[in-house]
């Protein structure tokens, strides 16, 4: 069975504080590992992992894949409150047509 | 604003009626997808469309059905409800495989 697991489930820091949040998966056909952000509603997409394209950054927001290891981080430095939020990982496997499967997601909360 | 409407944000509905949720995707995506959260079963896949006909189904239950129009809109019918059906409905939208998936802001069921 297709598993993707996130760690933690919650995560409680003080602003400027750095991260790191987890997500392993077990799919077949791996396509492509995809973080999102959800703060009230729609979860927004952060990035997308490919086998061509395994470290992203953007601002203070980084992933990295791990194909070997099966997994992947994302890392948020110098935290902000509007930092808090769920974020979400999903994997695109290449025989499902773009159907996504999600992680429970991590809860994270930013302190000032 | 991911480019993804969803109607209606919310509604609240009695145990045993129906509801359509409709959802128009981003101006040129041709799959739809349609997600469940809830809060003990994070984003569940339940269907997916691309231009006009069914691609995949997830835990999608017998009585909840869906389609996608000629035009790409695409909608939800959720009958018999029960109060277990109370969740967020989350439509998405893509080009198509191997393509980034960004979602509506959802739409709120409340089944009392």
């Known amino acids: 069975e297709d598993k993707v697991v996130q760690s933690p489930l919650s995560l409680v820091v003080h602003e400027g504080d750095t991260v790191t949040l987890n997500c392993s998966y077990e799919?077949?056909?791996?396509?492509?590992l995809l973080w999102y952000k959800q703060e009230k509603k729609a979860p927004t997409f952060l990035f997308m992992l490919?086998?061509?394209?395994i470290e992203k950054k953007s601002g203070r927001l980084s992933s990295i894949l791990d194909k070997k290891e099966l997994s992947s981080i994302l890392n948020i430095t110098a935290t902000q409150t509007g930092d808090s939020a769920i974020y979400l990982c999903?994997?695109?496997?290449?025989?499902?047509?773009?159907?996504?499967?999600f992680g429970r997601g991590t809860q994270l909360t930013v302190w000032p | 604003d991911s480019g993804v409407t969803q109607t209606p944000k919310h509604l609240i509905t009695a145990t045993g009626q129906r509801v359509t949720l409709r959802c128009s995707p981003r101006?040129?995506?041709?799959?739809v997808y349609w997600y469940q959260q809830s809060l003990d079963q994070g984003l569940q896949f339940l269907i997916q469309?691309?231009?006009?006909?069914?691609?995949a189904k997830g835990n999608i239950l017998e009585r909840f059905s869906a389609q996608q129009f000629p035009d790409l809109h695409s909608e939800l019918n959720l009958s018999s409800l029960e109060l277990g059906d109370s969740a967020l409905y989350f439509c998405?939208?893509?080009?198509?495989?191997?393509?980034?998936?960004?979602f509506g802001e959802g739409s709120w069921l409340t089944v009392v």
């Open positions: 490919t086998s061509s394209g």
């Open positions: 799919v077949t056909n791996f396509r492509s």
């Open positions: 998405a939208s893509s080009p198509g495989a191997g393509n980034t998936i960004y």
């Open positions: 469309y691309y231009n006009g006909e069914e691609r």
């Open positions: 999903a994997v695109d496997r290449g025989s499902t047509l773009g159907r996504l499967y």
């Open positions: 101006s040129g995506d041709l799959s």
